[in-house]
């Protein structure tokens, strides 16, 4: 039972490149999530998906897109990444939205430069 | 808007007690606490609900109070292992669907 697994661990990316991050949970969970977490910030949620099939925009939706691709797995794309993109990612999962509590995986560590 | 969390650092001896506080300019449904270490995914400490309802930790004790809509998490008698930083989300419905973090109190327990 991994849990919520992240890859890749570390990326590092010239400003204006793409890619993804992909995250996948072995929980049966029905709620995903993706946070940011930059120094003195917090965590801050960029997009979450409440169920297979929905997403939707977080605090902080700029620059990102997202995919649930199924049940398991929950996608963050950078189309045309910004230093300001730096940061670590994390993915987090839950059995329902709402007041349950969230698994973190162990997050990426993002480098724009 | 996120909460603010107070203080925003702590430095305790072994045995000493903390009290970390979370406070929301909207009415609350749930506060969530989770605790990080230093290069380590953020852990689930405990949920408050609206009612009175708590799930998590036994060892872990906190407080909500729904009209001040401001949540505070105990830390009796310290121990080096809870060195970390806390953070508090909140749910400003029954849906939940999108917890918003404050940014931190940092905890450092020294013997």
């Known amino acids: 039972n991994a849990g919520v697994t992240q890859t890749p661990k570390f990326q590092v990316l010239k400003t204006g490149q793409s890619m993804t991050l992909q995250c996948a949970q072995d929980?049966?969970?029905?709620?995903m999530y993706w946070y940011r977490q930059d120094p003195g910030m917090g965590l801050r949620l960029i997009y979450y998906?409440?169920?297979?099939?929905?997403?939707d925009k977080g605090e902080v939706p700029n620059g990102y897109n997202v995919s649930r691709l199924n049940k398991r797995e929950f996608s963050l794309r950078l189309e045309s990444a910004a230093p300001s993109q730096t940061s670590v990612y994390f993915c987090?999962?839950?059995?329902?939205?709402?007041?349950?509590?969230?698994?973190f995986g162990p997050g990426t560590r993002l480098t724009v430069t | 808007q996120q909460p603010v969390q107070s203080p925003q650092a702590v430095i305790l001896r072994e045995g000493e007690d903390a009290v970390i506080n979370c406070s929301s300019s909207?009415?609350?449904?749930?506060v969530h606490w989770y605790r990080q270490k230093h290069g380590e995914a953020p852990v689930f400490l405990m949920i408050?609900?609206?009612?009175?309802e708590q799930k998590g930790h036994d060892k872990i004790s906190a407080s909500f109070n729904e009209k001040k809509q401001q949540s505070s998490l105990y830390l009796t008698a310290s121990q080096l292992s809870y060195s970390g930083t806390y953070f508090c989300?909140?749910?400003?419905?029954?849906?939940?669907?999108?917890?918003?973090f404050g940014k931190g109190t940092t905890l450092s327990v020294s013997s």
């Open positions: 987090a999962s839950s059995k329902y939205s709402g007041p349950y509590e969230q698994y």
């Open positions: 929980m049966n969970h029905n709620s």
């Open positions: 998906s409440a169920s297979e099939g929905t997403t």
């Open positions: 909207k009415a609350l449904y749930s």
């Open positions: 408050l609900l609206k009612g009175g």
């Open positions: 989300g909140t749910g400003t419905n029954q849906a939940g669907t999108a917890l918003i």
